[in-house]
């Protein structure tokens, strides 16, 4: 079974502070995804990447965030300057499949998502 | 701006007997309709899912029903296992982006 893999699995950083993410996509996917859980909160969604751009990002993704695929395959989410309420499991998923395309969701062709990296904010 | 609901927050299932997980969904736009498992501390995992132009899907001891006129999505886990103790996301395929529920708790009863 393919698998996306995150690090860290836990941080905790000083509000303020910067913040790398880390994610290694499933080696022939093309399209990236960052979602974060706040505790007791719903998935949501920060921001997809493909073919080297953001392709499109939610109003949570503001100019503190930013991605990079800086090598091929690691998949990067930056905070710059972290707040209390950025505290949150940050989520990478991977797909080979754009959504909506009309390809069939199934096993073998949908969005992977990786363990998550849990960040916490002092 | 919820477009996807889960109303049951938590649901508890003897085990052996059908589990029944809602969702509602208020964008009639959307494409396809995924349901995720997600134990604590991992990442969700894909389940099952269903094309807004059908509305059935079976894989095994899971089913998903879509009626488009009311909106409705709903996951049917038969026979209930105590693995099957986690949390469920219903999600909605909308041009790029997945939307998640807020979630449903089930609990497994020994």
């Known amino acids: 079974e393919p698998e996306v893999t995150q690090t860290p699995s836990h941080q905790v950083t000083q509000m303020g502070q910067e913040v790398i993410l880390r994610c290694v996509p499933i080696?022939?996917?093309?399209?990236f995804y960052w979602y974060r859980q706040i505790l007791g909160q719903k998935v949501e969604f920060l921001v997809s990447?493909?073919?080297?751009?953001?392709?499109?990002k939610s109003e949570i993704f503001d100019d503190q965030f930013s991605v990079e695929r800086p090598d091929g395959s690691n998949f990067t989410l930056k905070i710059r300057s972290t707040k209390l309420e950025d505290s949150a499991m940050y989520f990478c998923?991977?797909?080979?499949?754009?959504?909506?395309?009309?390809?069939?969701?199934?096993?073998?062709?949908?969005?992977?998502f990786g363990e998550g990296s849990w960040l916490t904010v002092v | 701006d919820q477009q996807v609901k889960q109303n049951s927050p938590s649901l508890s299932v003897q085990e052996g007997r059908i589990s029944i997980l809602n969702c509602d969904y208020t964008n009639s736009m959307f494409d396809y309709f995924l349901w995720y498992k997600k134990y604590p501390a991992e990442g969700p995992t894909f389940l099952i899912s269903?094309?807004?132009?059908?509305d059935k899907n079976e894989d095994g001891r899971f089913t998903v029903f879509l009626n488009k006129s009311a909106k409705h999505l709903s996951l049917h886990i038969v026979p209930s296992q105590p693995g099957d103790s986690a949390v469920y996301f219903c999600a909605a395929i909308r041009d790029d982006k997945i939307i998640f529920g807020k979630g449903t708790r089930l609990h497994i009863l020994p």
């Open positions: 998923a991977s797909s080979l499949l754009e959504p909506g395309t009309g390809q069939h969701y199934s096993s073998g062709n949908t969005i992977y």
């Open positions: 990447f493909y073919n080297n751009e953001i392709s499109e």
């Open positions: 269903i094309s807004s132009i059908k």
């Open positions: 080696s022939n996917h093309l399209y």
